[in-house]
C-alpha cells in the first residue's frame, strides 16, 4: 500500500471488497462462489477468514437488481456480529436489525468517522460517495450513460440527459477513487459515461467494473484515456489485489 493506504479486491461484476487503515467495505457482492480451491477475497469471494477482522465492515448494495445484492450478505452477521449493511431503498426489507441502514438518492448517513453520502442512478437505486479513513471513494452502482444500441434515437437522448443531470450533482465532489461501469453491452458506445465521468469528476483513481467476463474491455478503456491525468487500473481476473 502507498499513497491511500487502501487495499482493493476485485470480487466479481460490481462488486469490490475495500480495506483501508480501520474499516472493511464490501460494496454490490453478487457471486458466492468460485471454480478456485482458494475460496477468499484473492479469488473473488468473501470467506469467514476475510470476516474475522477487527476492523468495521460495512456492506453496501447500491440496488437490488441480482448481480449487485445477494441475500447471503446478512448471513456474514453470524460470523461478525460488528457488520453494517447500508441498502439501496429500493430493496425490500429482509429483516429489522439496527445494523441495516437504508438510503434513497440524495441522504447523509454517519457511521462513526465514516462519512456516505448518496447520489442517483440512471437505473434504480443509488450510487455511494464515501469518505473513510481520508479517503473519498465513489461507487456508481448503475449509474451509466445507458446508450443501448436497440432502443430509438429518443430514448438514447434522454439517457444522455438524464446521466449528465446526474454528474452535474457530484461535481465539485473530491473523489480519489471511483468504481465505474464500462458495459461492452453497449458495444462501441461502452466508453461514454466512463470518460464522461472522468472528463466531469477527475477522480484520482477510476476502476472499471459492470463488464461481466470481458476482462479486454478494461484495457481497451485504459487506452482510450490514457492520455487523462486520471489512473486507470486495468482489471485483469476475478480476486485481484490492487494496492493503492
Known amino acids: 500500500m502507498n499513497k491511500f493506504n487502501v487495499r482493493v479486491n476485485y470480487l466479481y461484476n460490481s462488486g469490490f471488497c475495500i480495506e483501508t487503515k480501520k474499516h472493511l467495505l464490501i460494496f454490490d457482492y453478487y457471486l458466492d462462489s468460485v471454480k478456485s480451491n482458494i475460496k477468499n477475497k484473492t479469488s473473488g469471494i468473501i470467506s469467514e477468514e476475510d470476516l474475522k477482522t477487527n476492523k468495521q465492515i460495512v456492506v453496501f448494495s ?20 460488528n ?58 452502482g448503475d449509474l451509466n450513460w445507458w446508450h443501448w444500441w436497440d432502443e430509438s ?26 468504481f465505474f461501469p464500462v458495459d461492452p453491452r453497449l458495444k462501441e458506445d461502452y466508453y461514454l459515461g466512463g470518460e464522461y465521468f472522468i472528463k466531469e469528476v477527475n477522480p484520482k483513481i477510476f476502476i472499471p467494473m459492470h463488464f461481466g467476463e470481458k476482462y479486454e474491455t478494461t484495457k481497451i478503456f485504459t487506452e482510450r484515456v490514457a492520455n487523462s ?11 485481484q489485489d490492487i494496492l493503492l
Not at 491525468?229 to 480476486?239: A, D, F, S, W
Request: net charge negative.
Open 62 to 81: 447500491s440496488h437490488s437488481h441480482e448481480d449487485h445484492f445477494n441475500p447471503v450478505i446478512f448471513n456474514w452477521a453470524l460470523i461478525n456480529s
Open 153 to 178: 434515437q429518443t430514448e438514447n437522448e434522454m439517457a444522455e440527459t438524464n446521466f449528465k443531470n446526474e454528474i452535474e450533482k457530484i461535481k465539485g465532489e473530491k473523489v480519489d477513487i471511483a
Open 229 to 239: 491525468p486520471t489512473k486507470v487500473i486495468e482489471i485483469t481476473n476475478r480476486g
Open 83 to 140: 457488520i453494517t449493511y447500508v441498502l439501496s431503498s429500493d430493496i425490500e426489507s429482509i429483516k429489522n436489525s439496527e445494523n441495516i441502514k437504508y438510503m434513497s438518492p440524495y441522504n447523509q448517513l454517519k457511521l462513526n468517522d465514516l462519512v456516505i453520502k448518496s447520489y442517483g442512478s440512471t437505473d434504480i437505486g443509488i450510487s455511494f460517495l464515501i469518505n473513510v479513513d481520508g479517503v473519498n471513494l465513489f461507487h456508481a
